[in-house]
């Protein structure tokens, strides 16, 4: 009798001993949520992420949502004249402070979501790869409400509690559907964004290599938009191009032997990496003004969205947002991601750690050496 309650309350302390250390995932995850098409979507598709609140916006997006304070978290991302990035919701935000409850900034009216104010796109290369669209480019980030400055960080459906940065932020395409009136669910997709750069990469779960996980690798976090996306953009000119896939993110070729680079823990440096990747073959570059693919932006302000309350009172009076802050920091390493890490922002969008504040060098890898 005694022994039997002996070691269940040994059984009991030892279940909650590993709870408290287990990190808290979500029980589903947002990369493995399925959705036909835009109408199945719920109001919410992660109404309770178990470790950040509540979901901060919402999926179901239409006329009513369709203004300059809308907070809708689902995005498309079709063609160099038609795609969406993530952004804060409030002015002067950091994206490693609001990477939970990023909200879509599109070139289109038609999403229910922001507009990103005209100008503010300054030069966008999109390379449509058999695996994956990749639109990269510079951006006067303020005008989506990114801190002057701020070297950003990556934006994907996974981050530590599996929720997704932001949490529940779903994407739709229709680059590999077949028609440009059916979209399809992405159900992996990264955002590099910061530096006045930015880097979009959709990776179609029915692309001829199946491997949507390896094409949108998200435990790169601290490389940037020229390990995890390579490309060529110049800023100031605007074209889309046929590419040939990129080698798999990580993936390296030394002395013979293929190897796979792991991105070392927060709290080490970084160090000297140990290869350098290939921008793939491109062709068929149409350039187009911007003029011609944004004109419907020319009418939308660039004053700030949102409300006038800065964003750092605004994310302490968000539910959970004081964790969510510095359990974020890490946007989306899985594995030994943990939610007490301090914050590093070692992810710049297309640099490595902060060298991505080299005005110019942004997409290439003159720094890294
Ligand atoms: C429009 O979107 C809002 C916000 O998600 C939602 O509350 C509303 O029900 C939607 N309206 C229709 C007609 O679907
Ligand atoms: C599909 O969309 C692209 C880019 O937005 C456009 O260039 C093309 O003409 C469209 N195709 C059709 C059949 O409408
Ligand atoms: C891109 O060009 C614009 C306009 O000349 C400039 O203001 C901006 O700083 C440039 N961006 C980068 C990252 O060099």
């Not at 304070?69 to 160099?80: A, D, E, F, I, R």
């Not at 930015?198 to 020229?226: Q, Y």
Request: hydrophobic share 35%; charged share 10%.
């Amino acid at each position: 009798m005694g022994g039997y309650a002996v070691s269940t309350i040994l059984t009991l302390v030892s279940a909650t001993y590993v709870l408290a250390l287990t990190p808290a995932i979500e029980p589903t995850p947002l990369a493995s949520l399925h959705f036909n098409s835009p109408a199945d979507l719920p109001y919410q598709v992660e109404p309770s992420p178990v470790l950040r609140g509540s979901q901060f916006g919402y999926n179901i997006c239409n006329s009513t949502t369709q203004n300059q304070q809308s907070l809708c978290q689902t995005m498309y991302v079709n063609h160099l004249d038609d795609f969406c990035l993530w952004g804060p919701d409030k002015p002067n935000s950091k994206i490693q402070d609001t990477e939970g409850e990023e909200v879509a900034w599109c070139t289109s009216n038609k999403y229910g979501t922001r507009q990103i104010p005209g100008g503010a796109l300054q030069g966008a290369q999109l390379l449509r790869a058999p695996d994956y669209t990749l639109i990269s480019g510079f951006i006067d980030q303020t005008q989506v409400n990114i801190q002057d400055g701020d070297s950003g960080g990556e934006l994907d459906p996974h981050g530590q509690d599996l929720a997704g940065n932001p949490m529940g932020g779903i994407v739709f395409s229709n680059a590999f559907s077949g028609s440009n009136t059916t979209y399809q669910q992405v159900p992996e997709w990264n955002l590099f964004i910061g530096s006045g750069t930015f880097c979009l990469k959709i990776c179609p779960d029915n692309g001829p290599a199946k491997n949507s996980a390896g094409f949108c690798r998200n435990t790169l976090d601290r490389l940037g938009c020229f390990y995890n996306s390579p490309a060529n953009p110049q800023n100031g000119t605007f074209e889309a191009c046929d590419s040939a896939n990129m080698d798999l993110p990580g993936v390296y070729v030394a002395n013979g032997q293929t190897l796979t680079y792991t991105q070392p823990a927060e709290s080490s440096p970084l160090g000297a990496l140990p290869y350098t990747p290939t921008v793939p073959a491109s062709s068929n570059c149409p350039p187009f003004a911007s003029t011609a693919l944004y004109a419907a932006l020319a009418s939308v302000s660039s004053a700030p969205q949102g409300s006038s309350t800065p964003a750092p009172s605004s994310a302490a009076s968000t539910s959970g947002a004081s964790s969510r802050g510095a359990s974020t920091s890490k946007p989306s390493s899985s594995g030994s991601a943990n939610p007490t890490t301090t914050p590093a922002n070692g992810a710049s969008a297309f640099g490595v750690s902060l060298a991505a504040t080299i005005a110019g060098v942004v997409f290439s890898v003159t720094f890294l050496s």
